[in-house]
């Protein structure tokens, strides 16, 4: 099984920063890489699939970027709405989650 | 439009066999590259693959849950049916299915129900 583990696991931030979490695979996972976020109480959502490509509707300050065991995810000016949890994914060997980084507001 | 809906018991007792079903509309599993999967989230955990099927039957399973869980469909009535046997207080969670979308050999959940809370309890 490949394992996902992400870094932080919660980081503390005020609008208008500047975000960076990172995903690491166990083995590489090509492009294979998806990321989500989660609001409390709702479904996750999918931002970024193929670790570089954003969804239709989801803002320009979202970006991903690596390949095969390392990736990052970016958001470039922190939103009021962009506080939640954010999971990677790995689809090359069937599906694992991260285990989570928590934005939250400092 | 696709939506998917979860519905199934919100409480079971250790032992028992847990049933839920995914009811989708907006797309078929009958379609070639179809899949409807099975994310579960214990409170305050982590997301965690379940199962999925495909349009052609084949089924995927996580391997540490693969000797208690079953996925089926039912193309005509849209639905997607997930049987967890044996539960115990580690099946407590929301259970979410989603329709997976595939894209050469990437593939990824885009659409999601808004999840099933189940607990696990005597």
């Known amino acids: 099984d490949i394992q996902m583990t992400q870094s932080p696991s919660s980081l503390s931030a005020s609008v208008g920063d500047r975000v960076t979490i990172t995903c690491r695979a166990s083995?590489?996972?090509?492009?294979?890489l998806n990321w989500y976020q989660q609001k409390s109480g709702e479904a996750p959502k999918l931002l970024i699939s193929?670790?570089?490509n954003l969804q239709s509707g989801v803002p320009s300050r979202f970006s991903g970027s690596g390949s095969g065991t390392d990736f990052t995810l970016t958001i470039s000016s922190l939103h009021p709405e962009d506080f939640a949890t954010y999971y990677c994914?790995?689809?090359?060997?069937?599906?694992?989650f991260g285990q989570g980084t928590k934005v939250e507001v400092k | 439009q696709i939506t998917l809906r979860e519905s199934g018991p919100t409480l079971v007792k250790p032992t028992q066999t847990l049933t839920l079903t995914c009811t989708f509309s907006?797309?078929?599993?009958?379609?070639?590259?179809?899949?409807v999967g099975w994310i579960r989230q214990p409170p305050g955990k982590a997301l965690e693959w379940v199962a999925l099927?495909?349009?052609?039957?084949?089924?995927r399973y996580n391997p540490s849950l693969e000797s208690r869980v079953t996925i089926t469909k039912d193309t005509s009535r849209n639905q997607v049916v997930l049987t967890v046997t044996n539960v115990d207080p580690g099946d407590a969670a929301t259970y979410y299915c989603?329709?997976?979308?595939?894209?050469?050999?990437?593939?990824?959940?885009?659409?999601w129900g808004q999840g099933a809370l189940v607990t696990v309890s005597s």
């Open positions: 193929g670790a570089i």
């Open positions: 989603s329709h997976l979308q595939t894209n050469g050999w990437s593939s990824y959940f885009n659409y």
């Open positions: 083995q590489s996972v090509s492009s294979y």
């Open positions: 099927i495909y349009w052609d039957d084949d089924k």
């Open positions: 907006g797309f078929s599993l009958s379609t070639s590259g179809v899949a």
């Open positions: 994914q790995q689809s090359y060997s069937t599906w694992t």
